[in-house]
Structures are given as C-alpha cells and as structure tokens.
C-alpha cells in the first residue's frame, strides 16, 4: 500500500475515538465542576476563604479548559468524517481516470 493510500476505516475510527473523547471530556468537565461546592476550609478564616476562592477560581478555568477540548474533540469527530466522505467521493470520480475508463 502507498503512503498516499487512502483508508476509509481510519478516518471513521479517527471519529469514533474524537467523539468518545468529547463525551469522556464533557464527563470530566461536569464532575470538576462539582469539586469543592463548600468552603471546608475556613468560613471566617481569612487564609482559609483565600484558599477557597483560589481553589474555585482554578476549578473554575480547568472546567472551562475541558468544555472547549470537548468541543474541539467534536469538531475533530465532523471534519474526520467529513474528510471521509470528501475522500470517499474524490476516489469514485477520480479512480476511473487512472484505471483508464472515464469520469462521467
């Protein structure tokens, strides 16, 4: 097989695994943000409110971090099969030009 060679089953397990990945992410992202709902570690305490709101401000941004990576996973999941498809339909109209029949 050439380098070039163009394997359709690769592409649908590309998106497979990306869709996975948003969903797994997605997962992730919902049970981060569910850490430290409560201040356990000093209402009242100067040091301990800081913690806090650091500890919600770090929560706060990797929640956000794992929702966009969620979404890039299923924008990766569309273009695989999307890339495909646009590759699926290249070889059918192209193929015939290079086994000597015709494109139409």
Known sequence: MSEFAFEASAWQI???????AAVDLDGLSRALSKVARHNY???GCEEGEEVYRKLQTL??????????????????????LTGSA??????????PQYRGGSTS
């Not at 929560?59 to 299923?74: E, Q, V």
Request: aromatic share 4%; no cysteine; net charge neutral.
């Open 59 to 80: 929560i706060s941004t990797a929640t956000a971090d794992l929702h966009a990576r969620a979404s890039d996973a299923r924008s990766l999941k569309v273009k695989s």
């Open 41 to 43: 570690f000093g209402v």
């Open 86 to 95: 646009e590759l699926v339909d290249a070889d059918q109209f192209n193929g």
């Open 14 to 20: 590309r998106a497979q695994v990306a869709g996975s």
